[in-house]
């Protein structure tokens, strides 16, 4: 089934949770709302269940005007964060829940009933476990038993909010990989909410970047990070160095030294604030080498494949931090030490203008930090 929203906005008191949002949700795609904290992305999600009501905008289910439609009469599937699960019920009557509140007319026979539940529990690989009771049950497991509970009732959609913040690293990951599995298998449309970016862009078919209850882009996990069409995007998906300079010819002057630009779209002598990811920044360890810029190597992480080497620049104070990212044969090949200076050259930079970067909350060095473009 597919969704639409369009032109929604909710407002609670003077905040703006959604701002004149417009989005297509294709049927049988999973779409992953991401965004930090407070963007309005759960706010959303609950306005397509029916869990609230928008403030203007409208609602679309499979093309009909949904908005003035009941919860209940929605089709919609809901898998919270918390599990939500009944403590005094067994995982099997959690699951036949939805369906034993059916109205008289609706409700399936008991032994259609317990057909249905065991196909469920198999589906989520928990028959073993139908007479265990909520807290004899990890939290993987718990959250597996909620999404069964929420397919019992055959939903058209299924909208799951954080439905793995609750759980540890690896559970997360486990049961992503799961969800993507099932919903291979059953082809449901499906919207989740996560502020988790690795979570977004592995799961999801399509990706919806939000902050401060806008779209900031809408496109492929490839899309929105390769190609981010904002700052906040480019900042949001991953750690960033970032350099503040001006354009001049080919180059970004900036305070470490010449920066090469590997695109002209810049007319010489604008401001220009340049965003470069880890990957993207290579080590010289020859000195005399005249291109980037000189800094010293303060600790180096390696694990498995990867190595990354966190540095510091030799202009301002307090000193710039850098993070660098290496394939493990690079890093070894370099045979870097704490201590050591060496050249950082840029493979690619991103350029925007400092107005729209002026105070965006972006990760830089792998932490959440906020960048003002006067820095």
Not at 69 to 97: C, I, K, P, S
Not at 130 to 145: C, D, E, F, T, V
Not at 266 to 284: K, N, Q, S, W
Not at 345 to 360: D, G, N, T
Request: proline share 5%; with cysteine; charged share 25%.
């Amino acid at each position: 089934m597919s969704i639409r929203v369009e032109k929604i906005v909710k407002r609670f008191g003077q905040f703006v949770a959604i701002d004149n949002v417009t989005l297509d949700f294709p049927t049988g795609q999973l779409v992953g709302l991401l965004g930090p904290s407070g963007c309005g992305k759960t706010t959303l999600l609950r306005i397509i269940a029916g869990l609230e009501s928008a403030d203007a905008g409208r609602v679309f289910l499979e093309g009909e005007d949904a908005s003035d439609t009941h919860v209940r009469e929605r089709q919609v599937g809901f898998v919270f964060q918390h599990y939500a699960l009944f403590r005094h019920m067994t995982v099997f009557d959690n699951v036949a829940f939805g369906l034993r509140i059916k109205p008289r007319g609706q409700r399936p026979a008991e032994s259609a009933i317990r057909e249905r539940v065991g196909q469920l529990l198999d589906l989520v690989q928990l028959a073993a476990l139908a007479q265990r009771y909520p807290a004899q049950l990890s939290g993987g497991q718990r959250q597996r038993i909620a999404l069964a509970r929420a397919l019992a009732v055959e939903p058209r959609v299924m909208l799951l909010d954080e439905p793995f913040g609750a759980l540890d690293a690896k559970v997360r990951k486990e049961l992503r990989r799961w969800l993507r599995s099932l919903h291979d298998a059953l082809h449901f449309t499906s919207v989740f909410v996560t502020h988790d970016q690795e979570e977004a862009l592995e799961v999801s078919d399509q990706v919806v970047l939000m902050n401060h209850g806008r779209v900031e882009q809408v496109g492929t996990p490839t899309q929105v990070y390769e190609h981010p069409a904002t700052p906040f995007v480019y900042g949001f998906l991953g750690a960033v160095n970032l350099f503040h300079g001006w354009v001049q010819g080919q180059h970004l002057d900036v305070a470490e030294g010449r920066l090469p630009l590997n695109y002209g779209n810049f007319p010489a002598g604008t401001e220009a604030l340049g965003f470069v990811r880890p990957h993207e920044l290579d080590i010289a360890t020859d000195l005399a080498d005249p291109s980037g810029f000189v800094a010293q190597v303060e600790r180096i992480l390696a694990f498995g494949s990867t190595a990354r080497v966190e540095l510091t620049g030799a202009h301002g104070e307090p000193r710039r931090l850098y993070e660098v990212e290496l394939s493990r044969e690079r890093a070894d090949a370099l045979n870097l030490s704490a201590g050591q200076r060496v050249r950082l050259k840029p493979a690619r930079i991103r350029l925007f203008p400092p107005e729209q970067v002026a105070e965006v909350s972006i990760r830089i060095l792998g932490g959440l930090g906020t960048q003002k473009a006067t820095h």
